[in-house]
C-alpha cells in the first residue's frame, strides 16, 4: 500500500457511513463488490439507496475490451460534480482498470480517493479508515498471494441490492495462466490461486442458509481448478480437484442447482463432462467459449484447442446429457481473420446450434501479445462480421426458444418484478428465461412451468401444478 500526499481534511467526528457500489464487468466483478459491501458492513457501512446519499462510491472497474478507461474517467467527471457538492464524498476506483492503469489514472482523475486493484480488496476497510485519518490519498494494487486469497474467504459476501438471494456467485479461483494472446486478465488479475475447499463450501453453506438455491462457482479457468493447491501438497493428488470439488458441494440438500464459469476448453475433460449424468444438479447447460471457428486464429490466440477438440468435447457433453445446451464466447476480427476465418466460426455457429452466444468485436488491449500483431482488421470489417453472427444466432435462438412452446420445464425462480411483484422470473435447466405470473411466492421455488409463449430473450409459461 502507496500513501500520496495528504488530502484536504475529512471531519472524523461524522464518520461516513453509506456505501454505493457500482460494477461493470464479469461475474467474478459482481463477487468482489459483494466481498467489499460487506467488509464495509464489518465497519458499520450501510448500503446508500442512491449515489446521491453516499458517503463513499466505489466503481468496480473492468479492462477486458476498449474505452475501459474511457468509461471509468467519464463517470468520474459526473462524479466530481457531486462531489463539489459534498466534499466529504469519498471516490474509490476499484477492479481491472484500478489495476491495469494504477497511479497514472490517480493522477489523470484528481478526484478519486482510493484505488485498489481485484488483488487487494481485503484492505478496502484499512484505506477508507486511512483516508478518512487524513493519511491522503490510498493507493492498492498488486497481485493476490495465496495468504490474502485464504483470509479474504472468510468474509462472507452480501448480497448486492437485497433482492436476488436466490442465485449467488462464489469466488473459487483468482487470476488466470494461460494468457491467451488477447486477453488482459493474467495482467489484472495475476496468476491463478484456489480456494481452500472447506472455506468455498462455508461460502456455500451460508449463502444457502440465508435463501441461495443456485450457486455459480467462478474462476477464468475452473476446470483447472486446485491443481495449484496439489502442487503446494494443500490438497492430495487427485484425479480432478474440480471434479472432486463439485462432488462435495453438489452434497449441500438445500441447494438445487449448481453452475460454473468459465469453463476453459483446454482443461475440460471427459469425466467432468461425465459428472453433468451423475449430478442433476448440474443442470443442462454450460457455458463452454471457443472463440474461433478456424484453426489457424485459434493457434494464435493461443487457446490450446483445435476446432475438432471443441467439438470432441461438445460430444461428451451430449453423451453425457442427450439435450445439453451450450453458450460460447466468440470474438471476431482478430488480427489476421480472413473471410474465410470468419466463415468458419459462421459455419461453426450455424451447426453447433448454440443457446446463445457472446459475441465482441476484437479489441487491442495494451500488454497483451495480440495488440503487437500487424494485420488487425479494420471496423469495417469487424462490424459486418458482427451483426452477420449476431444475426444468425438471432434465428437461432428464437427457433430454439419457440420449440420451447407446449414442453413442461423445471424452473427455479430467483425474484420477482419491482413493478409487478406477481410476475416472477427464472430459469430452466437449459438455463433459458422464463417469466410466469402468480399469486403465491415462488422465489426460491423449483417448480415444473407449461411454456406458453417464447420470444428472442425470454419464454413465458404457467404453473403446472398450484400446490407448491
Ligand atoms: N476466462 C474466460 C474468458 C473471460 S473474458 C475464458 O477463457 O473462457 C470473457 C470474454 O471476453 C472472452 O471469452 C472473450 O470472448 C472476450 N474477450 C476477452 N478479451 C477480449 C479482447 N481483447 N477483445 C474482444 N473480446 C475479448
Ligand atoms: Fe483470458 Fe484466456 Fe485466461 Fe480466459 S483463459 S481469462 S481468455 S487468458
Ligand atoms: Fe473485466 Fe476484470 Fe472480469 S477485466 S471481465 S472485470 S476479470
Known sequence: MISMEPQKSVNPSRPPARVHIETWG??????????????????????????????????????????????????????????????????????????????????????????LGPGKIQELPSLVADFRRNRGKQIATGFMKTAEAKAIDFVIPLPLEGKNEVSRYVNIQQGCNNFCTFCVVPFTRGREISSPADTIKEQVNAYVASGARE?????????????????????????????????????????????????????????????????????????LPVQSGSDRILTVMKRKVTVAEYWERLAWLKNAVPDMAVSTDLIVGFPG?????????????????????????????????????????????????????????????????????????????????????????????HFRPVRIKSGRDMIGKEVDVHILDANKTALEGTLVCEAV
Do not use: W
Not at 234 to 244: H, I, N, R, T, Y
Open 337 to 429: 481473420e480472413t473471410d474465410d476465418d470468419f466463415q468458419k466460426t459462421y459455419e461453426l455457429v450455424e451447426k453447433a446450434q448454440f443457446t446463445f452466444i457472446y459475441s465482441f468485436k476484437y479489441s487491442p488491449r495494451k500488454g497483451t501479445a495480440a495488440a503487437r500483431f500487424r494485420d488487425q482488421v479494420d471496423e469495417t470489417n469487424m462490424v459486418k462480421r458482427l451483426a452477420a453472427l449476431n444475426a444468425l444466432q438471432d434465428r437461432i435462438t428464437i427457433k430454439q426458444n419457440e420449440a420451447e412452446i407446449g414442453q413442461t420445464r423445471r424452473v427455479l425462480f430467483h425474484y420477482a418484478s419491482q413493478k409487478d411483484p406477481q410476475v416472477y422470473y427464472g430459469k430452466t435447466e
Open 26 to 115: 464479469c461475474q467474478m466483478n459482481v463477487a468482489d463488490s459483494e466481498r467489499m459491501l460487506a467488509l464495509m458492513k464489518l465497519q458499520d457501512f450501510q448500503l446508500a439507496e442512491s449515489e446521491q446519499e453516499a458517503d463513499l462510491i466505489i466503481l468496480n472497474t473492468c479492462h477486458i475490451r476498449e474505452k475501459a478507461k474511457h468509461k471509468v474517467m467519464s463517470r468520474l467527471g459526473i462524479l466530481r460534480q457531486l462531489k463539489d457538492k459534498n466534499p466529504g464524498l469519498m471516490i474509490a476506483v476499484a477492479g481491472c482498470v484500478a489495476q491495469a492503469e494504477g497511479r497514472k489514472l490517480m493522477e489523470e482523475a484528481p478526484v478519486i480517493d482510493i484505488l
Open 215 to 287: 450457486i455459480t462457482l467462478l474462476g477464468q479457468n475452473v476446470n483447472s481448478y486446485g491443481l495449484d493447491l496439489v502442487e503446494t501438497g494443500a490438497l492430495a493428488p487427485s484425479e480432478g480437484p474440480f471434479v472432486d470439488l463439485l462432488r462435495e458441494v453438489a452434497e449441500i440438500p438445500e441447494l438445487r442447482r449448481l453452475r460454473f464459469t468459465s469453463s476453459n476448453p483446454h482443461d475440460f475433460t471427459k469425466p467432468l463432462a461425465d459428472l453433468f449424468k451423475e449430478i442433476p444438479k448440474l443442470g443442462k447447460y454450460i457455458h
